[in-house]
């Protein structure tokens, strides 16, 4: 009982953990008092960012003494994974200009490390098909959409997959969507029902593309 115990519980730790807040890059800041958007992580130096995530400097003296070979006339380091912008007291146009460009390519980072994979149960083979159902049935927390009752997307957060499956061709061959939905493991399925968290122009420098709105659903999600 005790060792059950065990099991589920650190099931659903590993759940919490995988739904925790996502930042889609973070910020270095010299006071802990300056406000940035809620969708980066706000740092008071290098060593508090997460190195998975693109970072920018805020602020001249910052960056200077952060960067090891810095260069004013250069922007941006590590294979652009590591930028520098002047504070708004400094250059607000400069800091506009900036940030604006560091949060697209925060956005097209996320959505270009994604792979799309079209369950195509015409030309499967039931091997296939069942090795593929497989695959969704495990630990990892799972996102799904339906697009107008003809279409169910499943994204696998931790590997960083979106399934999609023709809900109008499974009812031609005699499959419960529903049903097979329900075969997967409950406990890591979270539906999304609509993309309201996405803040307008994101979804407009994403043209409502569903997959990317799939994506960027949980940098922006309250839950």
């Not at 807040?21 to 973070?26: A, D, E, L, P, S």
């Not at 970072?55 to 590591?82: Q, R, S």
């Not at 015409?122 to 049935?137: D, G």
């Not at 169910?152 to 499959?175: H, N, Q």
Request: glycine share 2%; hydrophobic share 40%; charged share 25%.
């Amino acid at each position: 009982m005790i060792s059950e115990f065990c099991v589920i519980f650190a099931e659903k730790k590993n759940y919490v953990k995988q739904f925790m807040k996502k930042y889609i890059g973070n910020v270095v800041v010299s006071s802990v008092n300056s406000i940035i958007d809620e969708c980066y992580k706000k740092c008071l130096s290098i060593e508090e960012a997460d190195e998975n995530l693109p970072t920018i400097i805020i602020g001249l003296e910052k960056a200077k003494d952060t960067i090891t070979d810095f260069n004013i006339l250069k922007n941006k380091y590590k294979n652009e994974m590591l930028w520098w912008t002047f504070s708004k007291t400094e250059r607000r146009i400069d800091y506009d200009v900036k940030m604006e460009e560091f949060y697209i390519f925060c956005i097209n980072k996320i959505i270009s490390e994604i792979e799309y994979i079209n369950i195509n149960i015409i030309n499967s083979s039931l091997t296939s098909l069942k090795e593929t159902l497989s695959v969704l049935n495990n630990n990892n927390l799972k996102l799904y959409y339906i697009d107008n009752d003809k279409f169910v997307f499943i994204y696998d957060v931790l590997c960083k997959k979106i399934y999609g499956l023709s809900i109008s061709t499974c009812s031609f061959f005699g499959i419960n969507v529903n049903e097979l939905l329900g075969d997967l493991n409950k406990t890591y399925m979270l539906q999304i029902r609509n993309f309201y968290c996405i803040p307008k122009n994101v979804r407009r420098l994403i043209n409502n593309e569903i997959l990317s709105e799939i994506v960027l659903y949980q940098f922006f999600s309250k839950k």
